[in-house]
Nanobody, 127 residues
Framework: QVQLVESGGGLVQTGGSLRLSCSAS????????MGWFRQAPGKEREFVAA????????VYADSVKGRFTISRDNAKNTVYLQMNSLKPEDTAVYSC????????????????????WGQGTQVTVSS
């Protein structure tokens, strides 16, 4: 099992930027595909972005494509989510998730695929 801790959330104005970090511990980070998800009040959990073990395979939700960038640093056991041009509709609790996989290139969009979750960090975008 891997333990995940998110940081970097906060309050930002429309058009602003934030960088979220997810630090992993307790297991070999490079064996995990990673994902970011978000959940707004009264809404279901939503896929945001995912990255494979090597960092070369990446997918984004259409709603964030061109504005958000996911990346990982396996030497630092950390995955990042750079969020630019933020909109009020991006307001949510953002959580990172990890899936142990032996397949280097696989990327996972479905939250049901993930085994491990962080507690989440609040992102609030004011209009």
């Amino acid at each position: 099992q891997v333990q995940l801790v998110e940081s970097g959330g906060g309050l930002v104005q429309t058009g602003g930027s934030l960088r979220l970090s997810c630090s992993a511990s307790g297991s070999t980070f490079s064996f995990y595909a990673m994902g970011w998800f978000r959940q707004a009040p009264g809404k279901e959990r939503e896929f945001v972005a995912a990255i494979n073990r090597s960092g070369r395979g990446i997918v984004y939700a259409d709603s964030v494509k061109g504005r958000f960038t996911i990346s990982r640093d396996n030497a630092k056991n950390t995955v990042y989510l750079q969020m630019n041009s933020l909109k009020p509709e991006d307001t949510a609790v953002y959580s990172c998730a990890a899936k142990y996989t032996s397949v280097l290139h696989s990327v996972f969009r479905d939250p049901e695929d993930y085994d491990n979750w962080g507690q989440g960090t609040q992102v609030t975008v004011s209009s």
